[in-house]
């Protein structure tokens, strides 16, 4: 896809982000997306016993989980609604720990590529401390779809 902004369906937003939502691990997360648009958007968790490890902060899984998650939907907010995307590499930066509160990630596209994508993805506590940072590289593929997704609106208007 090309640097022109395509303008995204609501109709499609909304469908997407219920399934999101609704997915197997988002669900054993507690993970939600609240909001995704153009290149961008936020993710939250509020913290349970569930997400600490044995020292009681939140385990070190949970932040990766949410970065990529993150990241990743920023930028498949931009391609193309036939193709897909599967994660290849993870960076992660741990800047801070938590044990109670919520958790907000928020994800921005960098670059959109003909086969590699690459994004970021920032936590931050609900004072807006930050927590952890981190990049993800995406492989586009073709013929990946969400699950369901032939029920969607479409992606984006004319």
Not at 20 to 28: A, D, E, H, K, V
Not at 106 to 115: D, H, P, Q, R
Not at 116 to 137: F, H, N, P
Request: charge should be positive; charged fraction near 25%; proline fraction near 4%.
């Amino acid at each position: 896809m090309k640097n022109a902004m395509k303008r995204l369906n609501p109709a499609y937003l909304k469908a997407a982000a219920e399934r999101i939502n609704r997915c197997p691990y988002f669900t054993l997360i507690s993970m939600e997306l609240k909001n995704l648009d153009w290149g961008k958007c936020r993710l939250e968790v509020v913290v349970q016993e569930k997400h600490l490890q044995p020292f009681g902060f939140v385990h070190g899984g949970v932040y990766s989980s949410l970065v990529d998650a993150a990241a990743f939907w920023a930028v498949h907010s931009q391609i193309d609604e036939r193709l897909g995307m599967t994660t290849v590499e993870l960076k992660l930066n741990y800047l801070a720990p938590a044990s109670k509160g919520y958790l907000v990630a928020k994800g921005k596209s960098i670059k959109v590529g003909k086969v590699l994508c690459l994004g970021e993805a920032s936590i931050e506590d609900e004072t807006g401390r930050l927590l952890a940072y981190g990049t993800s590289t995406m492989m586009i593929l073709e013929d990946l779809n969400i699950k369901g997704s032939c029920e969607f609106p479409p992606k984006f208007l004319d």
